[in-house]
């Protein structure tokens, strides 16, 4: 790893290590399908009360967008977390997204549009987290292998000091988490999609 990338992981355990009993310790944990949540509900449930945040207009389809959300909430019914876990969905407005993206149809999966759509997922997951008083928020996109984790704490960072709400680091992929996720999947039979859910990734 090159001396200036920062090892977001590291970043989180340094943070949840210096957690204040008192603290407000309230998240919103912006989610974007039941299979990655596994692992993040799993790890964050030993420090926070939890709001999963679904809020993904980026999903191509009201079919496939309904098939996640479900898919979420039976998992959170079914966890042992469940006492410490709240649910909110976001309205579906997928015209925001291709409003938001308009003139990056093309670009590369992992570029500029992926960014795009990083932000405004994060920033109203940020103004979720203020409307009902959450201190931190984060995503549950770290813990993907196909997603830029270091852009996504980066565009969570600008937000948190626009927002003025507290932004968690997190590199969820690490430490085994994408292969905890994979055994969760199993273990409560998740549906899990083969793409990210917008029109252009597929």
């Excluded at 992926?114 to 109203?124: S, V």
């Amino acid at each position: 790893m090159p001396e200036n990338r920062i090892n977001y992981q590291k970043e989180l355990d340094k943070l949840l290590l210096n957690l204040s009993d008192n603290e407000n310790c309230d998240i919103m944990l912006h989610a974007c399908c039941a299979p990655c949540s596994s692992y993040c509900i799993e790890y964050l449930s030993g420090y926070f009360n939890i709001t999963v945040f679904f809020y993904n207009p980026n999903i191509s389809s009201d079919a496939e967008y309904v098939k996640r959300a479900c898919e979420l909430k039976r998992l959170i019914n079914e966890s042992v977390y469940k006492n410490k876990v709240t649910y909110i969905e976001a309205d579906y407005e997928p015209d925001e997204f291709y409003s938001a993206v308009k003139g990056y149809e093309t670009c590369p999966e992992g570029g500029d549009r992926c960014f795009i759509c990083y932000e405004q997922r994060l920033r109203k997951t940020a103004k979720e987290a203020v409307k009902n008083n959450c201190r931190y928020f984060c995503s549950t996109l770290t813990i993907s292998p196909l997603k830029n984790a270091e852009k996504i704490n980066e565009i969570g960072k600008k937000i948190a000091q626009e927002e003025n709400v507290v932004w968690l680091p997190s590199d969820f992929k690490k430490k085994n988490g994408y292969k905890r996720s994979i055994e969760l999947s199993k273990e409560h039979n998740l549906y899990r999609q083969n793409y990210c859910g917008c029109i252009y990734s597929m």
